[in-house]
DNA sequence: CGTTGAGTTGACCATCGTCAACAGGAGTGG
DNA sequence: CCACTCCTGTTGACGATGGTCAACTCAACG
């Protein structure tokens, strides 16, 4: 029954296909292929053609860039509802991989965009997606470029926590999927940096670190450090 | 004559404009308000309703972010061709100021608003540009997040010229119409790490530092230390 | 000719990076 | 079951890059 996995999918409502009305939801669907991701495996990478597009369902994924001489700059962290795409022209501009297994609605980008040059209010729901991503990739510029260690790590938590919040995760309990490597390529600092920051708000009793994640004990303190 | 002025508009190839057909241009041209700015006026400040969209006709502009405290991020710097309003939605997220004499194209967002959904392929465009733009940002934020001051003063230049060059601009002289300050915003440092990079610039002969700009002597060197 | 503001340069210093050692958990194999 | 490795993360000691503070030059402008 067309339409039938689509229609049931939990995280529509907060990605680009919740912009669909039914019959077009269908159409979507049958260009959608689920695929799913082993922990550590590399959907693409950065720079090479751009032959499809993605839509997360499950899982949380690693945008990076990386320099010629290694250092690499993570770009974004994808979750349910993200879609990797907005600013894919003939070849990628980052790579992506999975943090713990993924899976994905994967498109092929020529029968993607073709759907969307007949779809208005589609390629208008990818405009404001761009828009809001380009409004917090120029947020991030702020966080690395004007902020010390202490507050980039606090606005990472404070930002991911409201990204989870989405999908109402306990709201004071932050999954971190990713390594602290990845913050830290993140945030433009050191393993090292994160770590001891982690720490210190730790010992300050701000935040508790658990398995996979911390707890954020004390967000009037966390918050007050990043409206600074 | 309807459609005259944006007929022979130099910057229209390269603008959202580019995008219109000459009926469609005509429509445009009757939204637009011609708009002079003095250098250091303020276009529109940061976070507050955004009631315009602007597109930029001669001059340049910087756009930057506040945080509480006085520190800035300088977002991006406008040139002629650049459109302002891809990412602004009911209010403004960044702070915009002429760096010198600016005439710009303004729209109420509103009726920009209403043009564009019925003219699918000028929405394709905003949404072209703002992918472009978020590609931008991700490259930024590698510089600011990964690169050493005096490779960020370099990939600054070298982007700039870059940019000019869409205009003939003699491509190794490069305007610089806005202050270390600004340039020191962009990237991330002080205002003296930005002076003292570009006198070593100077001094090893990659480039030459004159009024209002520099002349790049030495591009081979200056894209090897950008590569890196 | 004094004032102002941008830019440069120097001396010093702090934040964060580098290097290294260590802890703890997961997986592996004897 | 224990020893072993591997990997991630933590912590400490030290150092370098870039920030801070201050003095100075220079051009523009009245």
Redesign the pocket.
């Known amino acids: 029954m067309p339409g039938s996995i689509c229609e049931h999918c939990g995280i529509r409502p907060s990605s680009v296909c919740g912009a669909l009305e039914q019959h077009e939801l269908a159409e979507l669907e049958a260009l959608a292929r689920p695929v799913c991701y082993a922990q550590r495996q590399q959907m693409f990478a950065q720079d090479e053609p751009a032959e499809s597009v993605y839509n997360v369902t499950s899982g949380s994924v690693r945008l990076y860039r990386l320099l010629p001489d290694g250092r690499r700059q993570v770009v974004g962290f994808a979750i349910p509802g993200d879609f990797l795409g907005l600013s894919m022209s003939e070849r990628t501009v980052f790579g992506a991989e999975a943090l713990e297994p993924v899976t994905v609605c994967k498109f092929s980008r020529e029968a993607f965009a073709h759907l969307v040059d007949s779809r208005p209010h589609l390629l208008r729901r990818l405009y404001d997606l761009a828009s809001h991503e380009l409004s917090l990739a120029q947020e991030q510029m702020v966080i690395i470029g004007r902020?010390?260690?202490?507050?980039?790590v606090v606005c990472f938590l404070l930002g991911l926590r409201k990204r989870w919040a989405a999908f109402n995760h306990n709201s004071v309990t932050v999954p971190?999927p990713?390594?602290?490597?990845?913050i830290?390529d993140f945030l433009?600092?050191?393993?090292?940096?994160?770590?001891?920051a982690?720490?210190k708000l730790?010992r300050e009793k701000a935040i508790l670190?658990v398995p996979d994640g911390v707890r954020l004990l004390d967000v009037a303190r966390l918050e007050a450090i990043a409206a600074r």
Chains 1, 2 share one sequence.
């Open positions: 902020r010390t260690a202490e507050e980039r971190l990713m390594t602290r490597q990845d830290a433009g600092l050191t393993i090292e940096t994160v770590s001891r982690i720490s730790g670190v």
